[in-house]
């Protein structure tokens, strides 16, 4: 029994291990040649990953409090055409360096405000998560084609792409994925360390408790949003630096990736659980099924099947590991 | 003279809601070690008349004393200031949480700035528990995995950690198992040695009549009268609350006596 919940608890390590293994060995059998020991493999997947963890990390939060963020995959959006924009408009008039900051800056700004307004329709209006977010969706959607006039918004602007494209540290780690290393530690220590994170999953383990200890769940449910935006502004930030054009549907296709990562790491839909931890091993499981799949040449159409049916084991496990132990996953891997 | 003293005291309390007389001149006692059953029929008055102690509700009128000095409690942060807190059978704990996050809860122990002091938390957490006879294998296990009893613990562990002098229990053992209502039973046994005032609220009176020192009995509102436990049947008590009829050796209030 004790065997079996550590099993259970470590499975998303394990499968992630496994999937590894497969691909490498595979790739030694048919091509002769290594898979991950290629750096350019390597940081493919990193970048990948990446893109979906800033995603996952606030939803994090969202989906611990027993919510749910359907918007941020347009304010990443939002995000990545505001950035193009303003640079686009600077760069005539200021050094490179200068638009640059400018153009991330009010890219975060202005994703924080679908951010802030998601957490008071929720906590004040008592707008279920799912609705408000779902209309959130739809706004920043269009917000976004709007600033963008339905285009995509190129930029040539050096800084930009040394942001979304450099390499540092012996130039082998990708500047995004360093940057998503330390907003992932950080918010990692705000869960699993501070009075805030605790009140997040009091708050999503029972919220009438939580109000009854004094926990001031209004200001709580709206910061998670603002977090839950801001990361997801940095994935829009990345995007444009990467391909040195801002798209208003730059988040879209990651959305329910991200969504998936947080539950393969061992959220719950209820609500009460969930780690960190547990979001970055189910970014690079996904990451990994999805480049995997392509480099042994399965049609890419497979990755949504596969990722699709990694979901459905992974809830699977969670529930008979309730059934088992009456666990759900908090402290997994933490 | 100070032994005569009751820890709380609800005088000649009145309540109405729209007309309807929900709590009717009733006068209820509880001395410090001392356990008080509160039964009656659903809709008798004493949820009503006890969240007027809790601080939920206001009285229409009479008066409160705490350790005889008379007090105005208006919301449940002055009855928590008096030191009475109310143990709910549900509701009270995050079942995700250990026992320390739950007894913590919105009064955590911080180590300095936005660290969770977790070591002191748990050490204090463990020492409250033992002072409830409470043996936990692990107080970092979930409260979702502990007994129906180990987690009324927790609740009360939460109450007295934070100086609670007198504790209302409501429907302490709805739900629960014969093993368990006995281990509420022992926890009931080591608050009182603690020198806690308990009033104990049931519909039920079998859960309550062998863990109360005494019974007072509420119908329609009104009070029937307070009892001694060892003087009286579970038959005369229940006769109290069915037909509101007293046997012989009911009596007044201690207070009143003395």
């Known amino acids: 029994m004790r065997i079996l919940r550590l099993l259970t608890g470590a499975w998303s390590w394990l499968f992630l291990l496994f999937i590894l293994i497969f691909f490498e060995v595979w790739s030694h059998v048919t091509y002769g040649r290594t898979f991950f020991g290629n750096i350019f493999n390597a940081q493919s997947i990193l970048l990948a990953a990446t893109q979906i963890l800033m995603m996952a990390l606030g939803l994090t939060f969202i989906i611990i409090s027993a919510g749910i963020d359907l918007s941020i995959g347009f304010i990443a959006g939002l995000s990545a055409v505001t950035m193009a924009v303003v640079i686009r408009a600077l760069d005539p008039h200021l050094a490179p360096g200068w638009s640059f900051l400018a153009g991330i800056s009010a890219a975060v700004l202005i994703s924080l405000i679908p951010g802030f307004i998601n957490g008071w329709m929720i906590a004040k209006l008592k707008v279920p998560s799912f609705i408000g977010t779902l209309g959130m969706f739809g706004i920043a959607r269009g917000a976004a084609f709007l600033i963008a006039d339905g285009a995509t918004v190129s930029i040539r602007n050096p800084v930009a792409r040394e942001f979304g494209n450099g390499r540092v540290i012996f130039d082998l780690v990708p500047i995004p994925v360093l940057i998503a290393i330390i907003v992932t530690l950080t918010f990692h220590y705000l869960l699993s360390s501070t009075k805030f994170g605790l009140y997040v999953y009091a708050m999503g383990g029972n919220y009438a408790s939580a109000v009854r200890a004094g926990v001031n769940t209004t200001r709580l449910t709206i910061i998670i949003f603002m977090i839950s935006a801001f990361t997801a502004s940095l994935m829009g930030l990345f995007y444009t630096g990467r391909f040195s054009a801002g798209a208003g549907d730059a988040g879209e296709p990651i959305l329910l990736n991200a969504v998936a990562a947080v539950f393969i790491g061992g959220a719950s839909l209820t609500g009460g659980s969930g780690t960190i931890i547990g979001t970055v091993i189910g970014s690079l499981i996904i990451a990994v099924i999805q480049f995997g799949l392509v480099f042994i040449n399965v049609p890419p159409f497979w990755q949504f099947v596969a990722v699709g049916l990694v979901i459905i084991i992974a809830v699977l496990i969670d529930q008979s590991r309730d059934r088992l132990t009456g666990m759900s996953g908090q402290e997994e891997g933490a | ?258």
């Open chain 2, 1 to 258: 003279m100070a032994e005569n003293t009751p820890l709380v005291e609800m005088r000649n309390i009145y309540k109405s809601f729209g007309g309807v007389h929900a709590v009717e001149d009733v006068t209820i006692d509880l001395f410090a070690g001392e356990v008080v059953g509160l039964v009656g029929h659903n809709g008798a008055g004493k949820s009503t008349l006890i969240k007027m102690l809790s601080g939920a509700y206001t009285a229409d009128s009479g008066k409160i004393f705490i350790d005889g000095r008379e007090v105005t409690i208006n919301n449940p942060r002055d009855a928590r200031k008096y030191g009475i807190e109310t143990i709910y059978q549900t509701l009270a704990l995050a079942d995700n949480l250990d026992a320390p996050a739950n007894i913590f809860l919105g009064r955590e122990l911080m180590r300095s700035g936005y660290l969770l002091n977790d070591d002191a938390m748990e050490a204090a957490s463990r020492e409250v528990l033992d002072r409830l006879r409470l043996n936990l294998p692990s107080v970092k296990e979930k409260v979702v995995n502990l007994s129906g009893g180990q987690r009324q613990a927790v609740a009360i562990g939460r109450a007295i950690y934070f100086n609670a002098k007198i504790l209302i229990m409501d429907e302490p053992t709805a739900a629960l198992g014969p093993e368990e209502t006995a281990q509420v039973g022992e926890l009931i046994h080591q608050l009182k040695k603690e020198g806690l005032g308990i009033f104990l609220i049931s519909h039920d009176l079998h859960d309550v009549f062998d863990l109360s020192d005494r019974v007072s009995v509420l119908k329609n509102g009104a009070l029937v009268g307070t009892v001694h436990t060892a003087d009286v049947t579970k038959d005369d008590v229940l006769a109290m609350i069915i037909a509101g009829k007293l046997p012989e050796v009911a009596t007044t209030p201690k207070s009143a006596q003395a």
